[in-house]
């Protein structure tokens, strides 16, 4: 009766061994990141953050860094940035113009701080074209701090608020205001006149024939006026030694 609970002790141990040995399920999926909370940690972003949320500009974020492999770069400026525009600036702009605004703070690649230094500007942002009268952004390095220039405003951004190998998210002094708001599109080219060829024998030269037909025939006119008149003068005069 030993020998059987001593067989199956081994038999549970080895079981026990067995067991221990398995290998650990492979780990899921990272969770996708969570902008917002990212931001809320930070601290002194709630204008942005919400911002992003009535422009729905969160949900393209969202979408881009779980299906794109470019990754995003992120300017988020404080809300103190916010509060130093000019008053009722926010306020006056139209709903496509408030996303415009959140896209021109968002690059569509992701740019470590070292990576500004050797980038060709100007860089292309979430709003769209880069020439003189859409949204040019140029960024450069000093140091440790990104300055950065919209043509409109000189920005600066020196604290970091999130970086990994896929997002890149720095803080701002200032709101970055695209050029499209404040400068006035280019002027469309006037359209060029094309003036027909007159032809050989057009209304130009027919109306020299008839000026020319209208001077003939009012010398004919004339010339029987005076052809009339002289031979009434001539039997006035006969009849007048006549009578004398």
Same mark, same amino acid.
């Given at each position: 009766?030993?020998?059987?609970?001593?067989?199956?002790?081994?038999?549970?141990?080895?079981?026990?061994?067995?067991?221990?040995?398995?290998? +650990?399920? %492979?780990?899921?999926?990272?969770?996708?990141?969570?902008?917002?909370?990212?931001?809320?940690?930070?601290? @002194?972003?709630?204008?942005?953050?919400?911002?992003? @949320?009535?422009?729905? @500009?969160?949900?393209?974020?969202?979408? @881009?860094?779980?299906?794109?492999?470019?990754?995003?770069?992120?300017?988020?400026?404080? /809300?103190?940035?916010?509060?130093?525009?000019? +008053?009722?600036?926010?306020?006056?702009?139209? /709903?496509?113009?408030?996303?415009?605004?959140?896209? &021109?703070?968002?690059?569509?690649?992701?740019?470590?701080?070292?990576?500004?230094?050797?980038?060709?500007?100007?860089?292309?942002?979430?709003?769209?074209?880069?020439?003189?009268?859409?949204?040019?952004?140029?960024?450069?390095?000093?140091?440790?701090?990104?300055?950065?220039?919209?043509?409109?405003?000189?920005?600066?951004?020196?604290?970091?608020?999130?970086?990994? !190998?896929?997002? %890149?998210?720095?803080?701002?002094? #200032?709101?970055?205001?695209?050029?499209? &708001?404040?400068?006035?599109? +280019?002027? %469309?080219?006037?359209?060029?006149?094309?003036?027909?060829? #007159?032809?050989?024998?057009?209304?130009?030269?027919?109306?020299?024939? !008839?000026?020319?037909?209208?001077?003939?025939?009012?010398?004919?006119?004339? #010339?029987?006026?005076?052809?009339?008149?002289?031979? &009434?003068?001539?039997?006035?005069?006969?009849? &007048?030694?006549?009578?004398?």
């Amino acid at each position: 009766m030993k020998h059987i609970f001593l067989i199956l002790f081994l038999f549970f141990l080895k079981c026990i061994g067995i067991l221990a040995q398995a290998p +650990a399920p %492979a780990p899921g999926p990272p969770p996708p990141l969570n902008v917002t909370k990212i931001l809320e940690k930070a601290g @002194q972003c709630s204008t942005f953050i919400r911002l992003l @949320q009535t422009t729905e @500009q969160l949900n393209e974020i969202t979408s @881009q860094l779980n299906n794109s492999n470019n990754g995003i770069t992120m300017f988020v400026p404080t /809300d103190n940035a916010f509060l130093t525009m000019k +008053a009722g600036t926010l306020n006056s702009f139209n /709903d496509q113009q408030k996303a415009e605004l959140i896209q &021109f703070h968002i690059l569509p690649t992701y740019y470590s701080s070292t990576q500004f230094q050797t980038a060709s500007n100007p860089l292309r942002t979430q709003a769209g074209g880069t020439s003189n009268r859409e949204f040019p952004i140029n960024i450069t390095t000093t140091g440790n701090s990104i300055n950065i220039t919209t043509g409109v405003v000189n920005a600066s951004a020196s604290s970091t608020i999130y970086t990994d !190998d896929h997002l %890149a998210i720095y803080q701002v002094d #200032k709101v970055l205001l695209p050029l499209k &708001f404040f400068v006035a599109p +280019a002027p %469309a080219p006037a359209p060029t006149s094309i003036t027909p060829k #007159k032809k050989a024998g057009s209304s130009g030269s027919s109306s020299k024939q !008839d000026a020319s037909s209208a001077t003939s025939m009012f010398q004919e006119m004339y #010339k029987g006026v005076i052809y009339k008149g002289g031979i &009434f003068l001539f039997f006035f005069s006969a009849a &007048f030694s006549w009578s004398i």
